[in-house]
């Protein structure tokens, strides 16, 4: 069902500097990304090395969709307790530290 592989359980850990080689490979090795591993387009997102990974993206958002309903639009509504918090944050005044002897208010 998932397009992701799981970990080899045979497989031995690899330090450190073995998971910066393997990632400097991949990275050197794919034709959608530069040099710090960053997709050419869409630019600023993490390339992942997989050629599938935008079909993979867009059905999983389909799947999201598909659960959740459609969106309904113009403002969505604010819950709240959302709004209570933020209000007693406010009226509260800066945060102070904690120290050992106190509890924080949940």
Do not use: F, W
Not at 34 to 59: F, S
Not at 70 to 97: E, N
């Amino acid at each position: 069902m998932s397009d992701e592989h799981p970990p080899d359980l045979d497989e031995p850990e690899l330090d450190e500097e073995q998971s910066r080689r393997m990632r400097q490979l991949a990275i050197d090795n794919c034709t959608m990304c530069d040099p710090d591993g960053y997709r050419h387009e869409p630019k600023g997102i993490v390339c992942h090395h997989n050629p599938r990974q935008d079909e993979i993206n867009r059905r999983g958002i389909e799947q999201v969709r598909a659960v959740l309903g459609p969106r309904k639009p113009g403002p969505q509504p604010v819950s709240h307790d959302l709004v209570d918090v933020v209000a007693r944050q406010r009226d509260a005044g800066p945060p102070q530290p904690i120290t050992d002897e106190e509890e924080p208010e949940l």
